[in-house]
């Protein structure tokens, strides 16, 4: 493996004159006037189904229970429902982790897209050991050519944990990302363990993950520049060169990655979006000047009471980019609310998908693309059932089970 640069010492950092400044930023999005009526249904109520993973290409949920088992059930395209809707369709592994242990480990089962077959990269630990990140380990699992599951360990002897993986449609050489017992951020061919990489421009964190860019082999995270402000900085994996994408102040993202996808919007160009200022603020980034290392921000978002927000992840539809997120209402100390964020500046819309007047914990937020268009599903969980002493992300009994909204933004439309 190629020793990468030394740290920050990037031709593009040099240039001071590229930085922007606050005056230079387009105007704050601000909630449009819509037929639009915030909403919510309860698609099951099973109260360890945390933070279940979308396989949209094949109709799938995977997630783990408070048990440890691994469950894949089946999404009706046509109602959004789960089936069976306990979400026990198929056990892939009665010795994963569970749900207790997203406490330590900050993500739970991914989808892996590749050429080949359905795999669903996850964490487990050393048998007989205590639940430790020290004792934890990768998994991958894979469905065969006749059907039937089956599990390894990609990692059986050092501590790796917390997978992300790539999402890339005929994949042949499908990534995941993931971090060790000390916060060491790795990459890795799935199917080649002498590809694991140390990136060594992460700073070591628990809790920020590295988010693969779709199309392109690289990666997008948060780390300090050469005057030790966070930025979000581009990483190629083949060279392993840096390039800072965001040149402006206040980022602090703390919970939620930057992500970087190709807008059809802008032609399909890559756009980045971010958290900043605490999460209060939500930026959309675009490079307008090809000639410049300099990416412009062209889009901003803020909750109306000052809100931060978290979970945040794009998906597109009928020819646009939308963002959604989990929302902080001031004053509740957890996520109540979810949002949906237009990327366009000229027709900006933030939107309150789910209904002001329940008080509920809503978080964990993903999107599923039904016959009808994108609902946007995530855990709910009444915080009046949360016992003395007791933190409500640890409140199995307050889990009212996933509940889903719909966006408002209709079927894909046929071309």
Same mark, same amino acid.
């Given at each position: ?9 990037? %031709?593009?950092? %040099? ?14 999005? =601000? ?14 109520? =099973? ?32 109602? &959004? ?17 569970? !749900? ?16 080949? !077959? ?5 964490? $487990? ?20 050519? +006749? ?5 390894? %360990? ?8 917390? @997978? ?9 050489? @499908? ?14 061919? #799935? ?23 779709? &199309? ?11 005057? &030790? ?7 190629? %994996? ?12 206040? *980022? ?5 990655? @930057? ?7 802008? +032609? ?11 999460? $209060?603020?939500?930026? #959309? ?17 803020? *909750?109306?009471?000052? &809100? ?77 059932? #949360?016992?003395? +002493? ?23 439309? #046929?071309?």
């Amino acid at each position: 493996m190629t020793a990468p640069a030394p740290r920050f010492k990037l %031709l593009h950092l %040099l240039c001071s004159a590229a930085f922007l400044t606050l005056s230079s930023l387009p105007a704050f999005a =601000q909630p449009m006037a819509m037929a639009f009526t915030a909403n919510e249904s309860q698609v099951t109520p =099973q109260a360890d189904m945390i933070d279940p993973e979308f396989s949209q290409a094949r109709a799938r949920i995977t997630w783990v229970d408070k048990v440890g088992s691994l469950w894949i059930a089946s999404v009706d395209r046509a109602t &959004g429902l789960f089936v069976p809707s306990n979400g026990k369709g198929l056990r892939v592994d009665a010795d994963a982790m569970t !749900t207790a242990d997203l406490k330590l480990i900050a993500n739970g089962p991914e989808w892996l897209t590749s050429a080949s !077959t359905d795999q669903i990269v996850y964490t $487990k630990f050393v048998p007989g050991q205590p639940r430790t990140m020290a004792n934890a380990r990768l998994a991958v699992a894979a469905q065969g050519a +006749g059907g039937a599951w089956s599990s390894r %360990l990609l990692s059986s002897k050092l501590p790796r944990n917390a @997978p992300y993986a790539s999402s890339d449609p005929g994949d042949t050489s @499908p990534r995941i990302s993931y971090i060790d017992d000390i916060g060491n951020h790795y990459w890795r061919d #799935v199917n080649n363990p002498a590809s694991e990489t140390l990136v060594t421009w992460f700073p070591p964190t628990f809790y920020l993950s590295m988010r693969f860019v779709r &199309g392109a082999r690289a990666t997008v995270f948060t780390a300090p520049d050469a005057n &030790g402000v966070a930025q979000v900085f581009r990483y190629g %994996l083949d060279t392993q060169a840096m390039e800072q994408i965001s040149f402006d102040g206040g *980022h602090g993202d703390t919970r939620s990655a @930057p992500w970087m996808w190709q807008a059809p919007e802008f +032609g399909n160009e890559y756009v980045m979006a971010a958290l900043v200022k605490s999460d $209060k603020e939500l930026r #959309v980034y675009r490079q307008v000047d090809k000639t410049s290392p300099v990416w412009q921000v062209i889009y901003r978002a803020t *909750h109306p009471t000052g &809100g931060s927000m978290n979970s945040m992840e794009p998906f597109t539809h009928n020819g646009k980019s939308y963002l959604f997120t989990a929302v902080k209402v001031p004053p509740h100390t957890f996520a109540s609310a979810v949002y949906l964020s237009s990327i366009d500046a000229q027709k900006p819309v933030f939107r309150q998908l789910t209904p002001p007047a329940t008080l509920r914990s809503r978080k964990d937020p993903e999107v599923f693309v039904t016959n009808a268009g994108p609902f946007i599903y995530f855990n709910r969980a009444d915080p009046s059932l #949360v016992h003395p +002493g007791q933190l409500l992300e640890n409140c199995l009994q307050c889990s009212e089970g996933v509940y889903r909204a719909n966006t408002g933004l209709g079927p894909v439309l #046929v071309p």
